[in-house]
T-cell receptor, first 115, second 115 residues
Framework: NAGVTQTPKFRVLKTGQSMTLLCAQDMNHEYMYWYRQDPGMGLRLIHYSVGEGTTAKGEVPDGYNVSRLKKQNFLLGLESAAPSQTSVYFCASSYSIAGERDTQYFGPGTRLTVL | GENVEQHPSTLSVQEGDSAVIKCTYS??????FPWYKQELGKGPQLIID?????GEKKDQRIAVTLNKTAKHFSLHITETQPEDSAVYFC??????????????FGQGTRLTINP
């Protein structure tokens, strides 16, 4: 049981390049989330999904797109990377069962640098 | 929207002493308040949480208190040990109509336990 995994662990992009971050979970969780973490600002929610085929905007969605084609995977895309998107990105997942769905389990993160 | 303030940003205590971290939130509709511990190079891990219908919760050396009237909640760690050294984040959340918990995080507290 690997929990939540993220690919890649590190990436360096040039301004204007695109990339996709992959999040995978093997806990059969319905809900999945993408956050970014910047120094001194805690984590901020980018997008989230309440099930396969669904996505919704979080606190800071601009410049990002997401897709949830399979229940176990949640992809975060940057179409045209900007230096302001330099950050550490965390994926999380949780159950949908009442009483169990509040705990979010986080992956190890992807450190992205945009030059 | 919700805003969470966390203090202090850094905290240094002697091993065996207690540590207290405080957070305030702005949205009275928030009903879930988790605390996460983040070690260097890892994703956040839930250590304790509290819901708005409870005033206090304890788990061994860790306790959380919630004052809904004043809109603040606190993390208390007693008998601190070197392995408690980490960054701690508080969060507040409102469950959306589909059941997802959209967490808003505080800025984090770097706790150092001195031997």
């Amino acid at each position: 049981n690997a929990g939540v995994t993220q690919t890649p662990k590190f990436r360096v992009l040039k301004t204007g390049q695109s990339m996709t971050l992959l999040c995978a979970q093997d806990m059969n969780h319905e809900y999945m989330y993408w956050y970014r973490q910047d120094p001194g600002m805690g984590l901020r929610l980018i997008h989230y999904s309440v099930g396969e085929g669904t996505t919704a905007k979080g606190e800071v969605p601009d410049g990002y797109n997401v897709s949830r084609l399979k229940k176990q995977n949640f992809l975060l895309g940057l179409e045209s990377a900007a230096p302001s998107q330099t950050s550490v990105y965390f994926c999380a997942s949780s159950y949908s069962i009442a009483g169990e769905r509040d705990t979010q389990y986080f992956g190890p993160g992807t450190r992205l640098t945009v030059l | 929207g919700e805003n969470v303030e966390q203090h202090p940003s850094t905290l240094s205590v002697q091993e065996g002493d207690s540590a207290v971290i405080k957070c305030t939130y702005s949205d009275s509709a928030s009903n879930y308040f988790p605390w996460y511990k983040q070690e260097l190079g890892k994703g956040p891990q839930l250590i304790i949480d509290i819901r708005s219908n409870v005033g206090e919760k304890k788990d061994q050396r860790i306790a959380v208190t919630l004052n809904k009237t004043a809109k603040h909640f606190s993390l208390h760690i007693t008998e601190t040990q070197p392995e408690d050294s980490a960054v701690y984040f508080c969060a507040a959340s409102i469950r959306d109509i589909q059941g997802a918990q959209k967490l808003v995080f505080g800025q984090g507290t770097r706790l150092t336990i001195n031997p």
